[in-house]
Antibody, heavy 119, light 107 residues
Framework: EVQLVQSGAEVKKPGESLKISCKGSGYSFTSYWIGWVRQMPGKGLEWMGIIYPGDSDTRYSPSFQGQVTISADKSISTAYLQWSSLKASDTAMYYC????????????WGKGTTVTVSS | SSELTQDPAVSVALGQTVRITCQGDSLRSYYASWYQQKPGQAPVLVIYGKNNRPSGIPDRFSGSSSGNTASLTITGAQAEDEADYYCNSRDSSGNQVFGGGTKLTVL
């Protein structure tokens, strides 16, 4: 079964750093792009960026460029989303999803990681 | 960057047909994909490409496109179809963009 398993909920203070993860299984992790999607409380889905674990080629949405870092460790089939200095406005649910370049859609989604940033 | 516009809310009587639309310039070049999201759950892909359903998605879900508008049609809506629906498309700069979402109520 193709799965993306995300790390658990996080509660952080403003200014702290954070790295959340997304581990793929059941398929060739290095052959598919992985995308990250933000959903702020009560709001819609927002595309953040994408990484190709095979060579770590990374593309960011203009809205998120410079705000987060997307990375991957292909040896453990895991993609990451990280912040160097969190803000309260980073409070959201974050989803990873497998991205199909054959049709530009996301066919498998993780269950999401809740990030709460509060003083 | 491109934008995709959806009606915020749509309602349908149980068993009737409903169409949810998505408008944007990028849809003239790329197909939309559609995602269903129920409260407290991750999104689920329901339609991709010209009109393709992933395994496990009922055939009452279908997709179509004309000009700058993509549509998701549910023929014979069921109570379990009540959810938020999001369209998504690639844009001209190579990014993906989501519509604002449509809340579907089944009456």
């Amino acid at each position: 079964e193709v799965q993306l398993v995300q790390s658990g909920a996080e509660v952080k203070k403003p200014g702290e750093s954070l790295k959340i993860s997304c581990k793929g299984s059941g398929y060739s992790f290095t052959s598919y792009w992985i995308g990250w999607v933000r959903q702020m409380p009560g709001k819609g889905l927002e595309w953040m960026g994408i990484i190709y674990p095979g060579d770590s080629d990374t593309r960011y949405s203009p809205s998120f460029q410079g705000q987060v870092t997307i990375s991957a460790d292909k040896s453990i089939s895991t993609a990451y989303l990280q912040w160097s200095s969190l803000k309260a406005s980073d409070t959201a649910m974050y989803y990873c999803a497998r991205y199909q370049t054959s049709g530009y859609y996301m066919d498998v989604w993780g269950k999401g990681t809740t990030v709460t940033v509060s003083s | 960057s491109s934008e995709l516009t959806q009606d915020p809310a749509v309602s349908v009587a149980l068993g009737q047909t409903v169409r949810i639309t998505c408008q944007g310039d990028s849809l003239r070049s790329y197909y939309a994909s559609w995602y269903q999201q129920k409260p407290g759950q991750a999104p689920v892909l329901v339609i991709y490409g010209k009109n393709n359903r992933p395994s496990g998605i009922p055939d009452r879900f279908s997709g179509s496109s004309s000009g700058n508008t993509a549509s998701l049609t549910i023929t014979g809506a069921q109570a379990e179809d009540e959810a938020d629906y999001y369209c998504n498309s690639r844009d001209s700069s190579g990014n993906q963009v989501f519509g604002g979402g449509t809340k579907l109520t089944v009456l």
